[in-house]
Each structure stands twice: as structure tokens, then as C-alpha cells.
């Protein structure tokens, strides 16, 4: 133990993100960012944004980008957090709904994320597994949970879960929280925002890292009963007055409001995803239904970790995952067609020299 450390600091767990490596040029498929550029409306915004202005604070509430989203999704402002993406969002409903309650629920295996943070809040958790075919079962949620948190679709499985049996947790489970995180539902799911006017315990987290194209400008949101919604600006003002920058704040409103683009771009992922998914299977991959814009693939005969090498040295990134439940798997973000068309045929000469 470093003598100058916390005990806290020495006994953390930190989430490891997918690599980044710098000593040459990848096709990056293994962090689920957005193969297509922001919206030009989004990048002119945030250019004219650089200016004299930057030396005041910006609005700690954000309010405006609020109004955007209220507006596009048909709900009221005092239903709206935001936050430093969706992560920050995530961190603060741990503090705000799930310490120093009972033991919380959630799947496994799901979001690396949400163990880490009952690690550093101390915050007890259970762990319900999977079905054989990676769906979640609701009924396998314990009774006495203090919280429920998955991602819809989940993560990095990229199974969706339909509203039918959101609602059968929502309604089972009345006095604790559940927070649904959306991060992917852009890409072919239905959202279940429409129902937080029905649930008071129904928090929704959304992001505009993956389908919105803006992972490097911090931006994430959720979605709930404004009696949730204080509770969490209760944490985030003991906390961080000002977690979005100017910046973020204009480039976030634009990309909400340049729906056009937003559509284009997930369109294209969403047929790209189904390309490969069916090059994949006639590769003999077992490929797991996903509403994502990744593909959770595993080989009817070759090692995973063996294709994740094989398609590094070709320049090629994607993400293998240590845990034994499912280090037989790769999951591969949907990247360009032609993006997609190298990975097929990187795919095919590894396995035809094997
Ligand atoms: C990517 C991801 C997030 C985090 O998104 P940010 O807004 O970039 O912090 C949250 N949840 C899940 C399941 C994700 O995959």
C-alpha cells in the first residue's frame, strides 16, 4: 500500500475501457463509437462556440439542451438530468437511488461499469444469470432487491428486452428503482421513456456517445419522474456545479436538432449490422440477435482470443473479454460497409489458415 494513498484509492477496482493503442493505426471496432462524423451543423456549432464567451461559466443547469430534449421526446424539462456522459449520469443514480439500500440487482453479464461503481460507493450487489440464449429472465430478480439496473439492449450481448416486460419489473418491484440504460436504443429498439409518465420508479439513461456520433464530447441524460430528477441535481450540485462545458451544451442541442442526420446515420448501422451478421453466421459464427450497433459473435470452432490476435496483427480491433462466461465471444462494432467488407475478409483468411 503507497503511504500517501487512501485506503480507498488502494482498494479500488477500476473499469478497464476497451484499449487505445497508439503504435499504429487500427480500424477501431472494439469501443461501439460511431463510425460516421458528427453532424456538420453539430461541428459549426461548436466552432462558433469557440470564442470570447469561454472565459464565463456556462449554464450549471444546461437548460437549454434540456428544452431540446424535452421537445424531441414529448416530455416535461423537470423529467430531464444531464450530465458528463452517460457514465456520470450512471455514478450519481448509484449515490442518488442505490446507496445504503439492500443488496442491488443486475444480470450477469452486463455493463462492466456497474459492479465498479458499487465498488467505490459501497454499494452490495447481486448477480442473476443470463438465460442460455443471453436474454434476461425477469423472473430471476430477487424479491428483496434494493435497485435493478440493466442496459436495454443489453451490453455487450446487444439482446433487447420489449417494453411488455420492462413493465412486469416496473410493476413487481414498485418501491425500488430501475434504471433501464438506453445507451443503444437508437439502433433499432423502443425506447421505454413513454412509460416514466405511468412508473415513478422508471429512470431511463440515455447517451450521444454511440448513436449520436459524439463519444469524445462527454454528453449523456436520463429520464424519470421529477421526483427522481431532484434527487439526483442534489448529487450532481454536491458534486460538480457544472459537469457540461459550453461546448457540449451547443454541440448536444444541435445534434438533437439535425434528426435528419441522426436517422441517416443509424439507418446505415442498422442494415450495416444485418450484412454482417449474415456474412458472420455463413462463417459458421454463432451471432446473438442484437438491436446494437455491435455483433456478439462467437466461432463453432476457433478460440476467440486466437481470432482477436489474428485480426490485430491485421490491423483490426475489436473486443475479447476476459470473463470465463463469455471469453468464447468477440464483440465487434458496426463500423462502414467497407469497414465491414475488410473485417469479412480478414475473418475468412484466418480461418481458411486454421
Ligand atoms: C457506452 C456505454 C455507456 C457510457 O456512455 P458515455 O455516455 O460515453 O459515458 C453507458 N452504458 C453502456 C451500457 C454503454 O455501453
Known amino acids: 500500500?503507497?503511504?500517501?494513498?487512501?485506503?480507498?484509492?488502494?482498494?479500488?477496482?477500476?473499469?478497464?475501457?476497451?484499449?487505445?493503442?497508439?503504435?499504429?493505426?487500427?480500424?477501431?471496432?472494439?469501443?461501439?463509437?460511431?463510425?460516421?462524423?458528427?453532424?456538420?451543423v453539430v461541428l459549426s456549432k461548436i466552432k462558433g462556440s469557440v470564442c470570447d464567451t469561454l472565459r464565463l461559466y456556462p449554464d450549471p443547469d444546461a437548460t437549454k439542451l434540456k428544452f431540446s430534449i424535452a421537445n424531441y421526446y414529448n416530455i416535461n424539462v423537470d423529467n430531464i438530468f444531464v450530465g458528463n456522459g452517460s457514465d456520470e449520469v450512471l455514478a450519481f443514480s448509484f449515490l442518488a437511488f442505490f446507496k445504503d439500500k439492500s443488496a442491488i440487482t443486475f444480470p450477469n453479464i452486463t455493463y462492466s461499469f456497474y459492479p465498479v461503481y458499487c465498488n467505490i460507493f459501497e454499494i452490495e450487489f447481486n448477480e442473476f444469470a443470463l438465460d442460455s440464449n443471453f436474454s434476461i429472465d425477469i423472473n430471476k430478480i430477487e424479491k428483496n432487491s434494493g435497485g435493478i439496473i440493466f442496459p436495454n439492449p443489453n451490453a455487450p450481448t446487444g439482446v433487447y428486452l420489449g417494453l411488455p416486460d420492462i413493465e412486469k419489473i416496473l410493476i413487481k418491484f414498485p418501491n425500488i428503482v430501475v434504471v433501464v440504460d438506453e445507451a443503444y436504443i437508437d439502433f433499432g429498439g423502443v425506447s421505454c421513456i413513454k412509460l416514466v409518465e405511468k412508473y415513478h420508479n422508471l429512470l431511463v439513461i440515455q447517451?450521444?456517445?454511440?448513436?449520436?456520433?459524439?463519444?469524445?464530447?462527454?454528453?449523456?441524460f436520463s429520464i424519470g419522474h421529477p421526483n427522481l430528477i431532484q434527487a439526483l441535481i442534489r448529487v450532481k450540485n454536491s458534486f460538480n456545479s457544472y459537469p457540461l462545458d459550453s461546448l457540449a451544451i451547443v454541440g448536444s442541442i444541435a445534434a438533437i436538432e439535425d434528426n435528419t442526420y441522426f436517422t441517416q446515420c443509424c439507418n446505415q448501422i442498422i442494415q450495416t449490422r444485418e450484412y454482417l451478421a449474415n456474412e458472420l453466421a455463413s462463417l459458421s459464427f454463432l451471432v446473438l440477435p442484437s438491436k446494437a450497433n455491435f455483433l456478439f459473435v462467437k466461432h463453432s470452432k476457433l478460440s476467440a482470443a486466437m481470432l482477436y490476435n489474428g485480426l490485430k496483427e491485421n490491423g483490426i480491433l475489436v473486443r475479447h473479454f476476459s470473463n470465463p462466461l463469455v471469453n468464447d465471444f468477440l464483440r465487434i462494432t458496426i463500423g462502414k460497409k467497407e469497414e465491414m467488407i475488410s473485417c469479412v475478409k480478414c475473418m475468412k483468411s484466418i480461418i481458411k489458415a486454421h
Open 1 to 40: 500500500m503507497n503511504k500517501y494513498w487512501s485506503q480507498l484509492a488502494t482498494t479500488l477496482n477500476p473499469y478497464e475501457p476497451g484499449e487505445q493503442p497508439q503504435d499504429r493505426k487500427y480500424l477501431k471496432l472494439n469501443t461501439n463509437e460511431n463510425p460516421f462524423p458528427p453532424s456538420d
Open 207 to 220: 447517451t450521444f456517445s454511440k448513436s449520436r456520433s459524439l463519444a469524445g464530447l462527454r454528453v449523456g
